[in-house]
């Protein structure tokens, strides 16, 4: 017995696992040589993103999941980033977004849709005719800009085919910057101060199929060709042309964001007392209304706030305006 191995704690082997002996760990490569880049495309599980001087095609990266990266998010590339046909770059991390467009397919649907991430303006494109303008659906897009935070501007097409007075003119208690344009023999007029009003910024357009918006992305981008289409006679609608976001460089500086045409623009996602604080010279009367008032009811407070003047003489039409965003929210389109 006395020549029998005595065994210890130091003879305990350790049985690799099957990919190897090397331990696993939590913690992720910190990746410092990443470069960063913005997404300019989607498609199929694939994103197109800009570098200072190329084009890259990337991949997600494993350790991302499922994490949403959509056109104008800023990212960190690694691997292969040179931009080569065939060459394959990892996304390893999405930056911080400084605003978030978002929607939901109706105003019941919980779950939110990016619509782009880290633009400033929303150029909401809207026909005067042809099809014709649907007002809520204006509405509901300058809550959303609202929302994220946005600029909102909107641009007024076919001015050739009806005069634009009456629609401006019931969005003139909320000061929203427009745009007309209209087709002439030369060209579209009104084309220059829409170009003026997107140089230098990141702007995504929204609107209807059929309103103009990729006819203005081709005049503002040459050479984008951008597919358009028309408006069906009989329903009044138009054929979606654009099938997905992309984002196209300025010559003057800063990027459009094209998305495909619209038929809805859900809102489940905002609260109602954001819309309220977009109108500082109302919000105050808010104090006396009752517990969980609307804001569009015979107990709201803002009548009185409104008839005693504290709104000044825009007063009425600023509250009817607030109104109008706050039903819009519940009102599909």
Known sequence: MSGRRRYDESDVRVRPGRKGSRPRTKDRPA???AVVGMVIAVDRGRWTVRLDDRQVTAMRARELGRTSIVVGDRVALVGDTSGADGSLA???RVEERSSVLRRTADDTDPY????????D???IVTALA?????PRMVDRCLVAAYDAGMDPLLVLTKADLRPAEDFVGSYAPLDVPYVVTSVTDDGISGIDQVRAAVDGRISVLVGHSGVGKSTLVNELVPGTDRATGHVNVVTG???HTSTSAVALPLAGGGWVVDTPGVRSFGLAHVDPARI????????PGTADCPRGCTHDEEECALDAWVADGHAGPAGPSRLESLRRLLRSRGDGE
């Open 31 to 33: 990746h410092k040589d």
């Open 112 to 119: 939110e849709r990016v619509v782009v991430a880290n633009a």
């Open 130 to 134: 042809n099809p014709e303008p649907r």
């Open 276 to 283: 309220v604080h977009l109108f500082p010279d109302l919000e």
């Open 237 to 239: 609608r138009g054929r």
């Open 90 to 92: 990892r996304i390893v």
């Open 121 to 123: 303006q929303l150029v």
